[in-house]
């Protein structure tokens, strides 16, 4: 498998409001500047609420900003496209196809499946799922199903995998174990990784840089340098240092912290 | 459960329809036709009970060999020795006590006697039935699951034509007998357009709501995985929408043999429907009921053949509706 180079994103001046059910405007996003690094790992990092999962949408091109622009590498993004790969917290597998139909997919739409077809075979191996190709996705578990997803997502080559909370549904077994499943295919791949989580630890395992973000209006707070070498430990000073740092910033250090997410 | 010693083993119980279908034939042959039975007397009843027993005794035999066969029949052995029971109290009560008249409800060899003898018309009226349910309701699946797509995809469908079917939909096509009989050429056409807008509209209607419900996070990944709005129609909406379509096809499944009898037995000529009318015009009972065992088995055949479909296509999801 040749290693996607590329994969910048830069978004400039990003904003973008929404008109709640009761007829408000919510700003969900104010003046995001933000530039991405070819083959980086980033992670989103925030309140709830506070736009992540609207600006990992406005990159995949799913949604459009009222004003500013998003490129990669320096192309304006209008629409989706299979370069910019996307995986849901919910697997969202096809539930009429099985696995192998489910990675084979992006490969037909595009109608690159013939001479692509032994990919298919190659990403279900790649994510442990091989034994499973002809398996239902009402016949898989939560972490297998999001294996499948990640498959799914890769085999088009996207220069960029945008990760929406993606192990946020599993138990925190499988959860570490895809983490690290995800950093060996990201070194592997070379992937522009945007993962948007609530999970801190999850965010300084995996990254590069953690941008944090701040509640309504949203806007990036802090980006963060993880210089941890990798491998990284749960238990290393380092981490747990840059752990206590995070909370800070979010405000959750030493007060009574009012959890957004269940473990 | 009883304890498996050998291959060989026998379970009481399929023999059941062999006691009931025996009982019949002993009783048939012991007591005499009643005297004021004024119909000529046929051996075919005898016949049928014979074949009945020959076939249900080489089934008892197999099923001594073989344990899944075995579970099957002996768990359907108490309804069918039941079946063959009410047979025979409905042959009792006809030849031989004539205690229902005998105009109306035939003995079941006259029954027997019309397929024997009438086989080649029968088919031929099938066959014309056959004709014209699937020109019509091929025709209406077809159009059912378009304009289906068309209304659950497209704003623009859905504003003009979604009032029309809400008014056109909900009138039953037999209502549409008087009109169609005129505005068409033929009866054939007039038909096939009645059994076409029967099965149309429920197809119609849960095609558009399968659609429009399909969850949206499947188009977002399917646009991120490079598709494009043709493919998002045909590759995610519709085989999401499976369920629902096949459940509007089989609601319109249903109305559609209801409308055909309808239209066969108003205007058509020729055909089962029309067939169980003439006769029934000509006091010709016997040949009604044949009519109604020939659709009857012909119906539920082709139902069960859309369940097949169902589960060949729908293989992914299981239990939407048990047939």
């Known amino acids: ?263 | 459960m009883t304890e498996k010693k050998n291959s060989f083993r026998l379970d009481l119980r399929v023999f059941i329809p062999i006691e009931s279908i025996s009982l019949a034939l002993v009783l048939n042959k012991l007591l005499p036709t009643n005297g004021s039975y004024t119909q000529k007397e046929y051996p075919y009843f005898t016949y049928f009970l014979i074949l009945l027993l020959a076939i249900f005794i080489v089934i008892a035999v197999i099923t001594a060999f073989n344990k899944s066969f075995q579970d099957k029949i002996v768990y359907k052995s108490w309804f069918i020795g039941a079946a063959f029971f009410l047979l025979n109290i409905y042959n009792l009560a006809t030849i031989k006590f004539m205690v229902i008249p005998n105009i109306y409800f035939p003995s079941p060899e006259m029954i027997l006697k019309v397929f024997i003898k009438d086989w080649a018309f029968l088919l031929k009226c099938l066959g014309y039935s056959g004709k014209l349910l699937l020109t019509g309701y091929g025709s209406g699946a077809v159009l059912g699951i378009i304009t289906g797509i068309l209304v659950g995809w497209s704003k623009g469908w859905n504003y003009w034509i979604n009032p029309v079917i809400k008014v056109i939909g909900p009138i039953p096509s037999t209502a549409w007998v008087p009109i169609a009989l005129v505005a068409f050429p033929t009866s054939f056409t007039a038909s096939v357009f009645l059994i076409g807008l029967a099965v149309w509209f429920p197809t119609t209607v849960l095609t558009s709501s399968g659609i429009s419900s399909v969850k949206q996070a499947y188009f977002e990944v399917s646009s991120t995985l490079g598709a494009s709005t043709i493919q998002n129609i045909f590759k995610v909406a519709v085989p999401s929408a499976m369920p629902s379509i096949f459940i509007g096809i089989f609601n319109g499944t249903c109305s559609s043999f209801l409308t055909l009898m309808t239209a066969e037995m108003l205007g058509v000529k020729y055909g089962v429907g029309w067939y169980i009318n003439w006769q029934k015009d000509m006091l010709s009972y016997p040949n009604v009921y044949a009519g109604l065992i020939t659709i009857a088995v012909t119906f539920s055949l082709l139902i069960t053949l859309l369940f097949k479909v169902r589960d060949k296509i729908l293989g992914w999801q299981k239990g939407v509706i048990k047939w």
Request: net charge neutral; proline share 5%.
């Open chain 1, 1 to 263: 498998m040749v290693k996607d180079l590329n994969g910048e994103i830069e978004a400039i001046h990003i904003y973008k409001q929404f008109i709640n059910p009761q007829g408000e405007n919510i700003v969900a996003l104010n003046d995001v500047n933000v530039v991405i690094r070819p083959g980086e790992f980033i992670s989103l990092i925030g309140p709830s609420g506070c736009g992540k999962t609207t600006f990992l949408r406005l990159v995949a091109g799913l949604d459009k900003a009222n004003s500013g622009k998003i490129t990669l590498d320096g192309e304006t993004i209008t629409k989706a496209s299979y370069e910019r790969g996307l995986v849901f917290q919910d697997p969202t597998l096809f539930p009429w196809l099985d696995v192998k139909e489910n990675v084979a997919y992006g490969l037909k739409t595009r109608g690159v499946f013939k001479e692509k077809k032994d990919e298919v075979g190659e990403f279900i191996k790649l994510v442990g799922l091989e034994g499973f190709e002809k398996s239902y996705p009402h016949q898989l578990s939560g972490g297998m199903a999001q294996r499948a997803a990640l498959a799914r997502a890769l085999v088009n080559h996207p220069k960029v995998l945008l990760l929406d909370e993606p192990f946020g549904a599993l138990d925190a077994f499988t959860r570490m174990s895809m983490q690290d499943e995800l950093i060996k295919i990201w070194k592997d791949r070379g992937t522009t990784m945007i993962m948007v989580t609530h999970d801190v630890d999850e965010a300084i395992y995996l990254s590069d840089r953690i941008v944090v973000m701040s509640a309504r209006p949203a806007k990036i707070e802090n980006i963060i340098n993880v210089n941890i070498s990798r491998p990284r430990g749960r238990d290393m000073p380092e981490f747990l240092n840059l752990r206590a740092k995070i909370l800070q910033i979010l405000d959750f250090a030493g007060k009574r912290i009012e959890p957004e997410y269940i473990i």
